[in-house]
């Protein structure tokens, strides 16, 4: 089992920027994906960005070009790095890691966009 604790979560105002991070522990596979995912009232819980071990990443097109994802050399943590946010960035940002049949979630972190 794997654990995941995020933190960095909090009330910022258009434009501004946030950084998440996501701290995993256990039994971590080397070859694994890493990512964060988001879930706002009402909607559905959806992807935001993922990175691979190899450090390939991938984003959801409404936040390419404004959020960056990246992890450690040691590959045990995850960053968010959020510019330029939107109110439409409101959400609840969840941590998630999956490998091979292993799949965790965190607790999730709150971001609130407003002015």
């Known amino acids: 089992q794997v654990q995941l604790v995020e933190s960095g979560g909090g009330l910022v105002q258009p434009g501004e920027s946030l950084r998440l991070s996501c701290a995993a522990s256990?039994?971590?596979?080397?070859?694994?994906?890493m990512g964060w995912y988001r879930q706002a009232p009402g909607k559905q819980r959806e992807l935001v960005a993922t990175?691979?071990?190899?450090?390939?990443?991938n984003y959801a097109d409404s936040v390419k070009g404004r959020f960056t994802i990246s992890r450690d050399n040691a590959k045990t943590t995850v960053y968010l790095q959020m510019n330029s946010l939107k109110p439409d960035d409101t959400a609840v940002y969840y941590c998630?890691?999956?490998?091979?049949?292993?799949?965790?979630w965190g607790q999730g972190t709150q971001v609130t966009v407003s002015s």
């Open positions: 990175i691979t071990g190899a450090g390939i990443p």
């Open positions: 998630n890691y999956k490998a091979y049949s292993v799949e965790s």
């Open positions: 256990g039994r971590i596979f080397s070859i694994n994906v």
